[in-house]
């Protein structure tokens, strides 16, 4: 009788926990929800800035980072493909 009691509190137990923890997760994706809302709203905004300058400083420095690698990849290339190597 007692060790099922003991398993009926322990079950108790783990029950509230993980109602706790399910409690804690959508209150997060609630969250992060609205927080995805608030963003789209802001993307999807017409007033003439450019979709790269419409993340903050961390998207216009994406941005530029992006550009700047793939402009250099290209001048690589073109400098890659101006001198051919040599037959030996």
């Given at each position: 009788?007692?060790?099922?009691?003991?398993s009926l509190a322990l079950?108790?137990?783990?029950?509230?926990?993980?109602?706790?923890?399910?409690?804690?997760?959508?209150?997060?994706?609630?969250?992060?929800?609205?927080?995805?809302?608030?963003?789209?709203?802001?993307?999807?905004?017409?007033?003439?800035?450019?979709?790269?300058?419409?993340?903050?400083?961390?998207?216009?420095?994406?941005?530029?980072?992006?550009?700047?690698?793939?402009?250099?990849?290209?001048?690589y290339q073109l400098a890659?493909a101006s001198f051919p190597?040599?037959?030996?």
């Open positions: 009788m007692r060790t099922q009691i003991g079950l108790s137990g783990l029950r509230i926990q993980r109602c706790c923890e399910l409690r804690l997760w959508s209150q997060t994706r609630l969250r992060s929800g609205i927080e995805v809302a608030v963003k789209q709203k802001l993307f999807l905004e017409s007033n003439r800035i450019p979709l790269h300058l419409k993340g903050g400083v961390a998207g216009a420095l994406l941005y530029s980072a992006t550009m700047i690698l793939r402009v250099g990849c290209r001048l890659v190597r040599k037959q030996v």
